[in-house]
């Protein structure tokens, strides 16, 4: 479904990519002193060894699916706005996959020139080497600044990945190791299969957004049947099939359960932005009251079941959840601005997803992220629609953008943020001798917790500095 938005940014929308993209960041940089919750539900401390018995979620098992859903909530700008300039479907289509590819490249580049993977123990020629290649990032994905002509443009942009398979089939690797297409970022070549078909499901579907629900039944059912209880069904064989198994499985299909509830989100968003002409000032008293309710009763579902899921206590969180979700819903019941009618359609999705994603949470053994489960999907996505609507209050009806710049700005910046810590801070610090003093912060829980703060401040700003100059990287 196109609509015709007006030339406005979703700064909620930007908020909660912010907030995806830095608590990934935390969550990879904290001390392992800190308690059980505060880490991956299957990968305990201390020895953080992956058990996939262990049932539940905990609040970094939201942070991806969010970064997902977020991205898929962008489709409906970034795309919609290509058909709007008249650009055809087969273009848009093509435009994607040239995207999805880059992304897969970056996945795989950005494995390699990790330090740890370029040195053990780590040491000055590898911190240097992936500084360099930060610095190489840029004209790879970004439109460079300066006036010049297009051809140069073409021409510096193809350097740079020139220069950077070279290096790729150049460099010595810690270990003896050597250059390997299966060697790169899980996390960045899953967005990479999500660009090209999260994008191709919503291009073909753009008018007629249950064509493109109709789309995961079939999906659920190719998982459903890839058993050894199915051996030599054709279903089995569609999902072990790939040409390309360093780019692309079958298995990675699974995260359009997030992306889809998203392009919906973003359309929502959309249809939002184009009706709405309210600003933060002149609001009734009523509707203060009502976003404040409201606010209140997203972010108690979304700490509620991370409570009620990471404890087991499944019977309570169950029961607690409706009761929850029937006050929002009678809250929202005779919306009539714009705002309470963007939130209705938004908390209908999300508590739909939530409530299905709990009546399969017996299935598979119970919900889990590793491997992911069918109630993780609906679950976080469900969780999803109300951490927009906690952000659409805060940054779009209260419009707190002092507050949330940090979140706001590096959502602008993503995949800056999201190497950041990697390839830009953790380099400084050990090259300036910093890094020792940074890694005392691991005698107790509270100075885990700082540990993982200071990196994530520091990866904060530069992506705020990038994003304040308009330094973006267009993955």
């Known amino acids: 479904m196109i609509n015709t938005a007006p030339q406005k940014r979703a700064t909620s929308l930007d908020a909660l990519r912010g907030y995806a993209i830095l608590t990934m960041v935390l ?48 489709f409906p700008f970034s795309l919609g706005r290509k058909f709007e300039q ?16 880059q992304l897969a490249f970056f996945a795989i580049f950005l494995q390699h020139i990790y ?20 610095l190489l990032f840029f004209p790879m994905f970004m439109r460079l600044p300066w006036k010049m002509a297009q051809w140069l443009r073409f021409v510096i942009k193809v350097g740079a990945y020139g220069i950077a398979i070279l290096m790729l089939f150049t460099l010595n690797y810690a270990d ?27 291009i073909f579907t753009v008018h007629n957004r249950w064509w493109r629900i109709a789309i995961l039944p079939f999906i659920m059912a190719i998982f459903l049947c890839r058993t050894s209880d199915f051996d030599g069904s054709w279903q089995k064989a569609l999902f072990d099939f790939t040409p390309f198994d360093w780019l692309y ?20 968003l959309m249809e939002w932005l184009r009706d709405s002409t309210q600003s933060s000032i002149g609001h009734p ?49 005779n919306a009539t601005t714009s705002y309470l009618k963007f939130w209705k359609k938004m908390f209908v999705a999300g508590s739909f997803l939530l409530l299905l994603g709990l009546f399969f949470e017996a299935f598979e053994g119970g919900i889990r ?23 659409s209050v805060l940054c779009d009806f209260f419009q707190l953008k002092r507050a949330t710049a940090f979140l706001t700005m590096s959502g602008q910046n993503p995949m800056i943020a999201y190497v950041g810590s990697s390839v830009v801070i953790g380099p ?25 703060i200071i990196i994530t401040a520091l990866v904060t700003l530069l992506a705020m500095f990038f994003t304040k100059i308009k330094w973006f990287w267009r993955t």
């Open 86 to 101: 008249g650009i055809s479907s087969w273009r848009i289509s093509l435009d994607s996959i040239i995207r999805g590819l």
């Open 285 to 333: 008293q009523k509707d203060k009251k009502k976003a404040i309710l409201l606010l209140s009763i997203a972010v108690v579902l979304i700490v509620w079941n991370l409570y009620g899921l990471f404890t087991r206590q499944l019977v309570l969180n169950l029961f607690v959840s409706i009761v929850f979700l029937a006050v929002g819903l009678i809250l929202l019941h």
């Open 428 to 452: 400084l610090l050990h090259i300036t001798g910093l890094m020792k003093y940074v890694d005392m912060l691991t005698n107790n829980a509270w100075q885990g917790l700082l540990h993982g």
């Open 115 to 134: 330090p740890w993977s370029l040195s053990n123990p780590q040491d000055y020629r590898a911190w240097f080497i992936t500084l360099g290649a930060f």
């Open 249 to 268: 499985k079958f298995y990675y299909l699974k995260y359009l359960f997030i992306i889809i509830p998203g392009t919906i989100a973003g359309e929502y």
């Open 176 to 202: 003896g190791k050597s250059f390997s297409l299966s060697n790169s970022n899980i996390i960045i070549l899953v967005l990479a299969n999500m660009a090209i078909f999260g994008s191709l499901a919503y």
């Open 369 to 391: 992220k590793d491997s992911s489960t069918f109630s993780y999907y609906f679950v976080t996505s469900g969780l999803a629609f109300f951490a927009l609507i906690t952000f």
């Open 27 to 74: 969550s990879g940089t904290i001390a392992n002193t800190l308690p059980r919750w505060m880490y991956h539900a299957q990968v305990p401390p201390p020895d953080h060894i992956f058990t996939p018995t262990i049932f539940g979620i905990t609040w970094v098992d939201l942070v991806f699916p969010f970064f997902l859903f977020a991205m898929g909530a962008a």
